[in-house]
């Protein structure tokens, strides 16, 4: 379970809007703050699914391990993003910090119980599972329809619609993480980039390659509808 790998467990005190998740009471919750190191194991696969959880600070990736030993990359959770919501009693997939990330806990049955009379909070719990969902039908529909450099595009353009607009965009993924999210290898996500660069879609702005600034939107864009 989540409690051998915290490094904090204060309960605190604080309200569901506080979360982003709409109530009409809007009453209090107690919540555990943990923070986990990079590449530590936020909850397994098939571990009771007893919490749902907040990125405060830092990312997380959703995965499973296939028969043959490859992974499969379904999600990636980026700061205030709530993922753990699932349809039964156990986890189904494996969550792994990124970097260094502290994640907000709060008790699943909590929030259950509220919606039996709340409806605000019941419709905005079935929100969030549809949405999740949409994003496993979307994901299936990369993997299974899109050339290299479609996928990578939809990638890229996910992040950034994802992302604080700055105008650059730092990734915490690894170029093995965004590979194992797209069903490709490092290489072809690395060749993928490479011509989206040369297409003057995107330049990279450090020595790793993980700060991303899009010098064409509209360009990305096409690169992914080219599918359609």
Request: aromatic share 6%; hydrophobic share 40%; proline share 2%.
């Amino acid at each position: 379970m989540f409690v051998r790998t915290s490094t904090d467990g204060t309960n605190r005190p604080t309200t569901l809007s506080d979360l982003g998740i709409s109530s009409s009471s809007n009453q209090l919750v107690c919540l555990s703050e943990f923070t986990y190191q990079k590449g530590t194991e936020i909850f397994g696969e098939g571990e009771p699914a007893e919490y749902i959880y907040q990125i405060k600070l830092g990312a997380a990736r959703s995965y499973k391990m296939l028969n043959d030993g490859r992974r499969q990359i379904g999600a990636f959770h980026l700061s205030g993003d709530i993922f753990g919501l699932v349809n039964g009693d156990f986890h189904r997939f494996t969550a792994e910090a990124i970097v260094q990330t502290t994640v907000r806990l709060l008790k699943r049955h909590r929030l259950d119980d509220a919606a039996q009379s709340d409806s605000v909070l019941a419709r905005e719990l079935l929100g969030l599972t549809t949405k999740n969902l949409q994003h496993a039908e979307d994901h299936m529909l990369l993997l299974g329809r899109k050339d290299a450099v479609e996928r990578v595009a939809a990638f890229l353009i996910e992040m950034d619609q994802r992302s604080i607009p700055t105008g650059v965009m730092a990734l915490p993924m690894t170029r093995r993480d965004i590979a194992d999210y797209l069903g490709l290898t490092i290489e072809t996500v690395s060749r993928a980039l490479s011509r989206l660069r040369r297409a003057g879609v995107l330049e990279f702005t450090e020595i790793n390659q993980r700060e991303i600034n899009i010098l064409n939107r509209k360009k990305l864009h096409a690169f992914d509808l080219q599918s359609h």
